[in-house]
């Protein structure tokens, strides 16, 4: 049997530096499970991996497409699966990490059949958006799909509208199209949840928003602004500096922004996260104990297969 450990918690609690203690044990390669951190030109504002951790850790998936490329959930369910077969054939585990919760959901689960959207319902949805904000789309999807207005980040934007175009153009509600049995997994997965006190998670998003600043991030907002209107840049860090670089905010003010929102972001992935994934959770720096976890977590496992 071959397993999957998947390493996920909120922004900034500290998932990168565990994951790498943790693959000193088992020295296969980590994929990174990180929407943003997959673009070449966003390096200080994602909180991307040193090159030496990369190299180091054998980190894949990351700093390896253009912010001008197409890529969506689906792209990297298979770059991901490709890269577990990998891991597979030359040993019995595999490890990815990070924050983005529907890669994680489409490696370990598949992928539903979705219908194509129609492009003048989502310029529609977007329009809504972009001049009377999320509550109107948040409305509309309580409305035509309570069940999937309960399982959704209804903050996210991009997720609201896939959502109810979705909807809207099939006459459907979301789950017609995921009480769809998916093909098993060839694979055990193992969940290693991390949480941590929320003030104490506060301060190291905190602290980790004056390091960005101190590492240059004005300057690699400034070098990206004439492209600020694409969808990877429409990321907490990079649209608070563009408002700053427009005149809409001082300095102090921007950079309280980008706090306030990461502390944001961070409550809606323990959330999510919460919904999704039972006890146990580990902190950070409980290294000894989340070893003994999934040691014991890979024997019970390999128990239960059936020989022969």
Partial sequence: MKYLIVITGPTGIGKTKLTLQLNEQF????????????????????????QNEIDHGHIKLVDFISIHEA????????????????????????????GTGLYFQAVTKGLHDFPKNSPQIVDNLKDILEQQGLKPLQERLQLKDPER???????????????????????LPYSHFTN??????????????????????YKKIENRVDSMITAGLIDEAQSLKEHSKLQALNTVGYKEVFAYLNGDYDLNFCIEEIKKNSRRYAKRQLTWLR????????????LDAIRTYIQNTLSDLHKQTPTG
């Fill in 180 to 201: 769809v049995e998916l093909a098993v997994r060839p694979f055990k997965v193992i969940n290693i949840i991390l949480d941590e006190d929320r003030t104490v998670l």
């Fill in 149 to 171: 207005y309960e399982n959704i980040d209804i903050h996210n934007g991009h997720r609201l509208i896939r959502a109810l175009s979705l909807v809207e153009h099939s006459g």
């Fill in 275 to 286: 919904k999704q994934y039972p006890d146990p959770r580990f902190k950070p720096n409980e």
């Fill in 27 to 50: 020295n296969t390669s980590i994929i990174s499970a990180d929407s943003r951190q997959i673009y070449k030109e966003l390096t200080i504002g994602t909180a991307k991996p040193l």
């Fill in 71 to 98: 890529y969506n959930v689906g792209n990297f369910e298979k770059d991901a699966s490709k890269l577990i077969a990998e891991d597979h054939s030359n040993s019995d585990v595999s490890i990815i990490s990070g």
